[in-house]
């Protein structure tokens, strides 16, 4: 209240200096309809303008607090768990495209993105293997579906995916009592269930490397020397 009747007093007061300044009622009077009339389509405008630099403001919040979340992930289940579908690679394309440096820009980010969501991921599980993946998934399941439930989530689909192939790999894991005997068909399902996370995790982790390169060097820096990607990463600054 006190705002609004401040901000009509100032125009009472302007528009009497202007008519003593210029002794013209008729002008000012004009000027003071003028604007009256053209009042509604500014506030138009301005409130179009603000709104959309206040969501885009809002957006950037949460894609930041987002980026926490998701480092939060790879530090306890992404990074682990891509490294040891990356060791069940056939080929060595997808680690040499994702070998990330501090030289990489936007342009060479997007372009290893582009590969990995396209590439065709060809993986070899044994029994094993299989079982060591499925103990390490079944201790970090709760934390993956707690990630699920946060609601922020909605707004990263491509990283919300990636945490549903990883639910989804734990599940069909956990499943089986044994990997042992099985079937060639039911091993080709689940070396199936693997690419579709390897390809996933990949793509996320290159993503989160970017925003590391341009908002936390530091941690850029170690998510380098432990990169999951690279089997000859040592964290060992030299």
């Known amino acids: 209240m006190k705002l609004g009747v401040g901000l009509v007093a100032a125009t009472i007061v302007l528009m009497g200096v202007h008519y003593l300044i210029f002794r013209d009622a008729r002008n000012l009077a004009f000027y003071s309809v003028h604007t009256i009339v053209m009042m509604p389509l500014e506030v138009l405008f301005v409130t179009i303008i ?40 056939e080929t060595h394309d997808v680690r040499e495209q994702g070998r990330v440096d501090g030289t990489w820009d936007a342009a060479r980010y997007a372009a290893a993105r582009r590969f990995a969501s ?8 044994n029994a094993e293997g ?4 499925r103990e390490f998934l079944i201790d970090r399941q709760q934390f993956v579906l707690a990630l699920l439930q ?3 989530l909605l707004e990263h689909e ?27 068909s039911d091993l080709k399902h689940l070396e199936g269930d693997i690419e579709r996370a390897y390809s996933a995790l990949t793509v996320e982790w290159l993503e989160y490397a970017r925003h590391l390169q341009t908002a936390y060097p530091y ?13 000859k990463a040592s964290v060992v600054v030299r």
């Open 130 to 133: 299989l079982a060591a993946m």
């Open 158 to 184: 491509s990283f919300t995916d990636a945490l549903w192939s990883v639910s989804h790999l734990a599940e069909e894991l956990r499943a089986r009592t044994s990997f042992e005997g099985l079937p060639e």
């Open 118 to 125: 396209a590439h065709h991921y060809r993986v070899s599980a």
């Open 50 to 89: 603000l709104n959309t630099l206040l969501e885009r403001r809002s957006h950037q919040e949460m894609l930041h607090k987002l980026n926490m979340v998701i480092g939060a992930f790879f530090s306890e289940v992404g990074s682990d768990l891509l490294r040891r579908v990356s060791t069940l690679d």
């Open 219 to 231: 941690l850029f820096s170690l998510t380098v020397r432990t990169s999951p990607l690279d089997p």
């Open 150 to 152: 946060n609601p922020n």
